[in-house]
Nanobody
Framework: QVQLVESGGGLVQPGESLRLSCAAS????????LGWYRQAPGEQRELVAR???????NYADSVKGRFTISRDNAKNAGYLQMNTLKPEDTAVYYC?????????WGQGTQVTVSS
């Protein structure tokens, strides 16, 4: 079955970097878009970045210039490189794909940015 597993979260100080990974299985990863979302306590889940099957990307304004989404179809994996992290980036980060109108989420990985 479709499975998405995030990893790479942790506790970092402001200005530092993290790289999140999303391991995909159970479907033809190269054919579908992949999105990274985040949800802070008491907030709604929001789109951070998205990459299409052809490699086109889009970003939330709050992360443009700091975050980079990428994918490696040979490894069935997506990535989110996060640089110059800020305390307001603290959230649980999820990857998501949509296959034939069905939405699949990973379990999430916690990112905490604090001094």
């Amino acid at each position: 079955q479709v499975q998405l597993v995030e990893s790479g979260g942790g506790l970092v100080q402001p200005g530092e970097s993290l790289r999140l990974s999303c391991a995909a299985s159970g479907f033809r990863f190269s054919m579908y878009s992949l999105g990274w979302y985040r949800q802070a306590p008491g907030e709604q889940r929001e789109l951070v970045a998205r990459i299409t099957s052809s490699g086109n990307t889009n970003y939330a304004d709050s992360v443009k210039g700091r975050f980079t989404i990428s994918r490696d179809n040979a490894k069935n994996a997506g990535y989110l490189q996060m640089n110059t992290l800020k305390p307001e980036d603290t959230a649980v980060y999820y990857c998501k794909t949509v296959i034939l109108a069905s939405v699949y989420w990973g379990q999430g990985t916690q990112v905490t940015v604090s001094s």
